[in-house]
């Protein structure tokens, strides 16, 4: 079992930035494909990115590409997201997820084995 704990959003004008951080406990990731997700009111969860744990390999969605940056610190179990240039419109809840096993980052899309409880990220105009 992981459990996952999300940390570092907050309140930001647009074009700031965020640091976001997931923190993995129960186990290792050296097998996960880890990512990202956010909720907006009345919207579905959507994919934000995602990073293979031991290759680095990373896939983001078409509106981050360019402005957000996925990475992993292996050492610390941890797992994080670069927010930069921040828009009203990446206002959300953002989730970290996992799926148990190595798999290429665009299966964690369709496929989340593991959830975190979510962190608040709101962009005033």
């Known amino acids: 079992q992981v459990q996952l704990v999300e940390s570092g959003g907050g309140l930001v004008q647009a074009g700031a930035f965020l640091r976001l951080s997931c923190a993995a406990s129960g186990r290792t990731l050296s097998m996960y494909t880890m990512g990202w997700f956010r909720q907006a009111p009345g919207k579905e969860r959507e994919f934000v990115a995602a990073i293979t744990w031991t290759g680095g390999i990373r896939d983001y969605a078409d509106p981050v590409k360019g402005r957000f940056t996925i990475s992993r610190d292996v050492a610390k179990n941890t797992m994080n997201l670069q927010m930069n240039n921040l828009k009203p419109e990446d206002t959300a809840v953002y989730y970290c997820?996992?799926?148990?096993?190595?798999?290429?980052?665009?299966?964690?899309?369709?496929?989340?084995?593991?959830w975190g409880q979510g962190t608040q990220v709101t962009v005033s105009s």
């Open positions: 997820a996992a799926v148990a096993a190595p798999v290429a980052p665009a299966v964690i899309r369709t496929r989340q084995d593991y």
